[in-house]
């Protein structure tokens, strides 16, 4: 599994790379007319759609990890290898996690350096310091939407398996597998509809934000089942 992770991040470290060059001066731009008070050029407006633009791109990615393997020749490599269904996608997932966390890292990162500098340079004061219950509510609220996009994600993949397992056979197994999605997506807003509440109720105090364990459980228990699922599908049906 860690040789499947290792593959599918040298296969992407440029596009990466390139990613963060944009974002970077996108960023350096920005901060540059807000302190000289002057409106966007077309330089920032244009390197802040390139960020957007490789922000799809990346989704985009995420959900070919496993269309190409069960949908074009990159599959008879990759089910050819002695691994089990739960490993090889978890290799996967691994990896969409990991640049994930990536990706809010060096934001997070970034917007923490900005205002840092708008405070001592900027024309106006900010004020950003924020007690420990509300930095670990920030913490709690990015991982709570880490998880929420997960588990997209992981209907995606399921429904995506189904097509080619299941209703491989179907005239119209795709879109089937479609009508699958939808449903598995209203049955996962129901049992979540609690944790989502939470953000209709949002307070002003950030430290005020609270999810409960059952609200985690919930979470956690149906990212397990629909990896749980899509592996099985993975190890014992799979129809190339």
């Not at 399921?158 to 056979?169: C, D, I, P, R, V």
Request: proline share 2%.
């Amino acid at each position: 599994m860690l040789n499947l992770i290792k593959y599918e991040w040298l296969r992407r470290w440029k596009f990466f790379l390139a990613g963060i060059v944009i974002y970077i001066a996108a960023n350096v731009n920005l901060v540059s007319n807000v302190t000289q008070q002057a409106d966007p050029t077309t330089l920032t407006v244009i390197l802040i759609s390139l960020c957007f633009a490789l922000s799809v791109v990346l989704f985009i990615d995420h959900v070919g990890r496993l269309y190409r393997s069960l949908f074009s020749d990159e599959g008879y490599l990759e089910f050819s290898l002695p691994i089990r269904g739960y490993r090889f996608l978890g290799g996967k997932l691994i990896a969409v996690i990991f640049e994930c966390i990536a990706v809010i890292a060096i934001i997070s990162i970034t917007i923490y350096l900005d205002v840092l500098y708008l405070a001592k340079t900027g024309p106006h004061p900010v004020n950003f310091s924020f007690v420990l219950e509300e930095w670990l509510t920030l913490v709690q609220l990015i991982l709570l939407l880490l998880a929420v996009y997960i588990s997209f994600l992981l209907t995606v993949y399921l429904s995506m398996t189904l097509s080619k397992t299941l209703f491989a056979s179907f005239k119209h197994g795709k879109l089937i597998a479609f009508g699958c999605f939808l449903a598995i997506t209203k049955v996962i807003d129901i049992v979540t509809q609690q944790p989502v509440s939470s953000f209709e109720e949002l307070p002003i105090q950030m430290s005020d934000v609270i999810f409960s364990g059952a609200d985690w459980l919930t979470t956690g228990a149906v990212m397990i089942v629909l990896f749980l699922s899509t592996s099985y599908l993975l190890d014992r049906r799979i129809n190339l």
